[in-house]
């Protein structure tokens, strides 16, 4: 009913967060401060990879959000969402949301964590390689 609310509410926490320290990184790495040029978040610094995390965390937002409104549990009009009607609904949706939405948002916090395992073990064995 509502399980996409919650890795919404995670990617946009993040993208925010994200966007304030990277905004923090340019002013304090910039070249001068008359110029604009700015020192880039490195691809391999933990800032670039929250990207790949709000990427997973807002296209499967979206995803389900596009079933949710295609089975007809969202609507254009309030409230939203259809279980939003009466109460007992509402706690049913509530239910819903605490269980398979954390869980989702957990599942795919845990797969970006193994990404970045995966990433640093590669990384590694590219320096080994070049020395």
């Not at 304090?28 to 995390?53: A, C, D, H, M, Q």
């Not at 937002?61 to 309030?78: D, I, M, N, T």
């Amino acid at each position: 009913m509502a399980c996409f609310i919650v890795p919404a509410a995670e990617a946009a926490a993040i993208t925010i967060v994200r966007r304030i320290a990277e905004s923090r990184h340019y002013k304090k790495y910039s070249v001068t401060k008359v110029s604009t040029e700015t020192v880039p978040v490195k691809e391999n610094g933990i800032l670039y990879k929250t990207r790949w995390l709000t990427n997973l965390l807002w296209g499967g937002s979206a995803l389900l959000a596009f079933e949710h409104v295609w089975h007809g549990e969202v609507q254009p009009w309030f409230p939203f969402l259809t279980a939003m009607r009466d109460s007992e609904s509402t706690s049913v949706m509530l239910h819903e949301m605490a269980t398979n939405g954390i869980g989702m948002a957990a599942l795919v916090t845990g797969v970006w964590i193994g990404m970045l395992a995966v990433n640093h073990i590669q990384q590694k064995k590219s320096i080994q390689e070049v020395q």
